[in-house]
Nanobody, 124 residues
Framework: QVQLVESGGGVVQAGGSLRLSCAAS????????MGWFRQAPGKERDFVAA????????DYVDSVKGRFTISRDNAKNTLYLQMNSLRPEDTAVYYC?????????????????WGQGTHVTVSS
């Protein structure tokens, strides 16, 4: 089992920045990929960014490219999401996820482990 705990959400004005953190514990050695997803009210949970836990593979949804950066600190077992130039449409609950299997990395159903979510609100 892997446990994930997110932090760093909040309320920010458009154009501002936030940094989300996701602390992993448990069988972290088994993780192959970690990602960030978000879910706006009344909408499905959507892919934001993902990166391999040990390798260099990284990808982002087009709408956040150039604004968000996903990074990791393996020594601290922590995943980060630096969010700059935030827009009102970025408002959502952001979830950290991890998996130890293959499959389409932007499909949330391929991730076995999830955090509780952290709220991000961007005001205009």
């Amino acid at each position: 089992q892997v446990q994930l705990v997110e932090s760093g959400g909040g309320v920010v004005q458009a154009g501002g920045s936030l940094r989300l953190s996701c602390a992993a514990s448990g069988r972290t050695f088994s993780m192959s990929m970690m990602g960030w997803f978000r879910q706006a009210p009344g909408k499905e949970r959507d892919f934001v960014a993902a990166r391999s836990w040990r390798g260099g593979s990284i990808d982002y949804v087009d709408s956040v490219k150039g604004r968000f950066t996903i990074s990791r600190d393996n020594a601290k077992n922590t995943l980060y999401l630096q969010m700059n130039s935030l827009r009102p449409e970025d408002t959502a609950v952001y979830y950290c996820a991890a998996r130890n299997s293959g499959g389409t990395y932007y499909d949330p159903s391929t991730y076995a482990y999830w955090g509780q979510g952290t709220h991000v609100t961007v005001s205009s």
